[in-house]
């Protein structure tokens, strides 16, 4: 089961140099000119999860297996893009196919590096980026409306439906909001979903901002953050000069340069959380002394579709799955501990696995 998150922003924000950073590659080129990067790149990274290392810890595991998240760098976007400019369409196809975006916004001052709008101001940024989102939204959906609603007088129910959506999507639209804020039934949602609109995307906003304030932000994201609140997102604050020198180092020297900058851990591990958050995704484990795996599902997953993520045949002869809370299993001292003191349920194909679960199926061949 793979989830993307896109990288966007306009050119020269730093979003291939934070891409570089996450992927500890330089599968993207970062250069101080728009455009240089020309096809998407994509990117796995592992999810940080402390958890992890004390589950192989207790069971002994061999290999620690993280959990994974990719991200797709996609080349900057300018005013215009919407209507083809720069490399205008071409990259908004590339969004369709991510499940949320981050929008990386320059929050910092170099006048070295020069900005495709000879400014620096992040909300502004944010607007652009949005708009030629929205634009793009916006042209799609009239495009569709009249087909559907001339169907719909038809007598097609799901062309009916379709055009409910799709109205909802060109009223915000049109007042020059995002489709994201439409008020969406769980009954509605695969259809919403399918109508791939970009502007209905969950949005993280990125603050990249200079070495000197990757601890605290600065004023340049302060007003982010505020604008995040108001729109009910996640905000990440980050140096993506710091993340890209900290991927070029040997863990010891890693640790001694972030306490040198007094921070805790790398803003890339808050960054892929984040991320991870935002798509509605939990973890599961499985532990054994082979290997201790995490596992990627959404939020609300029931137990055969949890182990069909392992195995498609897991899920079509799901018997039952043992399971132990993950503090059940750290304070129990591992499975057998937990066994004993009947922290152990067995539960069946209507429960929900919840985050943290150490699981393991029971299955039909």
């Not at 502004?124 to 719909?152: H, P, Q, Y």
């Amino acid at each position: 089961m793979g989830f993307k998150m896109g990288i966007v922003g306009l050119p020269n924000v730093g979003k291939s140099t934070l891409f570089n950073a996450l992927t500890a590659t330089a599968a993207a080129e970062a250069a101080n000119y728009p455009f240089c990067t020309i096809e998407p790149n994509v990117g796995e990274v592992g999810v940080p999860d402390e958890r992890l290392e004390k589950l192989a810890s207790i069971a002994g595991s061999k290999e620690i297996i993280p959990t994974r998240l990719t991200f797709v760098d996609i080349a900057g976007l300018v005013r215009g893009a919407s209507k083809g400019e720069g490399l205008g369409n071409q990259f908004l196809s590339h969004i369709r196919e991510v499940d949320a975006v981050a929008y990386v916004l320059r929050c910092f001052e170099d006048g070295d590096i020069t900005h495709v709008e000879g400014r620096i101001d992040p909300l502004a940024d944010a607007d652009t980026v949005e708009t030629e989102l929205m634009l793009a939204d916006l042209e799609s959906c009239e495009k569709r409306i009249t087909s559907l609603e001339k169907r719909a007088k038809g007598g097609d129910k799901e062309a009916k439906a379709q055009a409910a959506l799709v109205g909802k999507a060109l009223d915000l639209l049109r007042e020059g909001q995002p489709a994201r804020r439409a008020e969406i039934s769980s009954e509605e949602e695969r259809d919403w979903r399918m109508l791939q609109l970009l502007t209905a995307k969950p949005v993280l906003y990125v603050c990249n901002v200079d070495e000197a304030s990757a601890k605290t932000g600065n004023d340049f994201s302060s007003t982010v953050v505020e604008r995040a609140k108001q729109d009910g997102a996640e905000t990440v604050i980050i140096s993506a000069k710091i993340e890209s020198e900290l991927a070029g180092l040997e863990m010891e020297e890693r640790t001694a340069f972030l306490d040198d900058l007094g921070l805790q851990e790398p803003g890339l591990n808050r960054l892929i959380r984040a991320g991870y958050k935002l798509l509605g995704l939990v973890t599961y484990f499985t532990v054994g002394p082979k290997e201790a795996r995490a596992w990627t599902i959404t939020r609300g997953t029931k137990a055969p579709q949890a182990a069909g993520v392992i195995h498609t045949d897991f899920e079509k002869g799901f018997i039952r799955s043992e399971t132990i809370a993950f503090d059940d299993y750290v304070n129990l001292s591992g499975e057998t501990g937990a066994k004993e003191a009947g922290k152990m349920r067995l539960e069946g194909k209507e429960y929900v696995v919840k985050d943290g679960d150490v699981l393991h199926f029971r299955f039909a061949n």
